[in-house]
């Protein structure tokens, strides 16, 4: 069983900055990929919207609004990854939910969340 905890996130003004953490524990797999969804309060996190993803190859992947603004990068820590945003917008309010999938050698696909942590910018 693979855990995700993430941290960060919380209230800012618009234009301002804010940096999210996750870090995965467990059986993980050599291929496998983390990022970031995000979603409105109340709704299912996997029908919210892919925002940032690296592979365990590290390319790089965003949605199309936050590219340029939106950094991921992988920890020190293996399977641990950040979000840095900037100039934040109130349209990039949301949960932000962290979120891992690994494919065995057999090819069988893991896809683990983390708890979700609230990003609210203010105008």
């Known amino acids: 069983q693979v855990q995700l905890l993430e941290s960060g996130g919380g209230p800012v003004q618009a234009g301002g900055s804010q940096r999210l953490a996750c870090a995965a524990s467990g059986r993980i797999f050599d291929r496998s990929a983390i990022g970031w969804f995000r979603q409105a309060p109340g709704k299912p996190r996997e029908d919210g919207e892919l925002v940032a993803e690296i592979t365990s190859d590290n390319i790089t992947s965003y949605t199309h609004s936050v590219e340029g603004r939106f950094t991921i990068s992988r920890g020190d820590q293996k399977d641990s990854a950040f979000l840095q945003m900037n100039n934040l917008t109130p349209a990039d309010s949301a949960v932000y939910y962290c979120?891992?999938?690994?494919?065995?050698?057999?090819?069988?696909?893991?896809?683990?969340w983390g708890q979700g942590t609230q990003v609210t910018v203010s105008s």
């Open positions: 979120n891992l999938h690994t494919t065995s050698p057999s090819e069988v696909a893991y896809v683990y």
